[in-house]
């Protein structure tokens, strides 16, 4: 069973069934599954995506500066984060939100030493703001911070998706679902798993993922103890 992991959840796991905006009884589901692993004994961080409110790709692709639609995104992760930390909290998990952007009043500033004192205490650590910095991904943000922490495995959750296609199996009916890839393959074959930044720090940090469907109920801590679901992405 993994120690210490990293969580990646998408705007569009939050999001849920709804059209826009956070869905509560998603959330909560998520939650619970953290729980779950939590009382494993397993030390959590979790980076939330902003898509579910906005994305700064988009929003430049229709004419915004790209730097100003991405700071509006660092500050829509926070929005979900808070939602995040809000659910685990009244399920009795400790946690700290960590904004690598300055929002004193709600939560604390990212510095690296103190995210790893808080997992060794027990705590979930949900990373927001991305790196505080525009023209990088969530997916990059995870990727440093799980490396930063030390973290073993990073945990890829998907909303509706159960690993990783080869096309999109939502318009072609004969996907087929990749068991195990590479970086190198994910890089070469152009695959939407991850931006090429993220994909590139893995394979150069010896940092495996996994890419798996999170709306299924225990997926979190099967994937935790090391089960073979969705896709597992290795190093080689």
Same mark, same amino acid.
């Given at each position: 069973m993994y120690k210490r992991i990293l969580l990646k959840m998408s705007g569009e796991a939050?999001? &849920?069934?709804?059209?826009?905006? *956070? =869905?509560?009884?998603?959330?909560?589901? *998520?939650a619970q599954q953290i729980k779950a692993a939590h009382d494993l004994g397993v030390q959590i961080g979790i980076v939330v995506g902003g898509g579910n409110i906005w994305r700064g790709?988009?929003? +430049? $692709?229709?004419?915004? =500066?790209? @730097? /100003?639609? =991405?700071?509006? &995104?660092?500050?829509?992760? *926070?929005m979900n984060g808070l939602a995040v930390q809000d659910a685990l909290e009244h399920l009795g998990v400790p946690?700290?939100?960590? +904004? @690598? *952007? /300055?929002?004193? $009043? !709600? @939560?604390?500033?990212?510095? %690296? %030493? %103190?995210? !790893?004192r808080h997992l060794e205490k027990g705590r979930v650590c949900i990373f927001v703001g991305g790196l505080g910095s525009p023209y990088f991904s969530t997916d990059t943000a995870c990727i440093l911070r799980a490396t930063e922490i030390g973290a073993e495995i990073v945990l890829m959750a998907k909303n509706a998706t159960d690993g990783?296609? =080869?096309s999109d199996p939502r318009t072609n009916p004969n996907a087929k679902l990749y068991k195990e890839l590479t970086f190198n393959e994910i890089l070469s074959k152009n695959l939407s798993v991850m931006d090429a930044t993220a994909a590139s720090l893995c394979r150069d940090n010896q940092l495996n993922l996994i890419v798996f469907n999170m709306s299924i109920e225990g997926n979190i801590v099967r994937a935790v103890k090391g089960e073979q679901i969705g896709t597992l992405v290795k190093v080689k």
């Open positions: 939050i999001k &849920g069934k709804t059209s826009y905006g *956070i =869905d509560s009884k998603m959330v909560t589901s *998520i790709k988009t929003a +430049s $692709e229709l004419g915004m =500066d790209r @730097a /100003q639609a =991405d700071y509006m &995104g660092m500050l829509a992760t *926070i946690t700290r939100v960590l +904004s @690598a *952007i /300055q929002v004193n $009043e !709600i @939560a604390e500033p990212y510095i %690296r %030493r %103190r995210a !790893i990783v296609y =080869d």
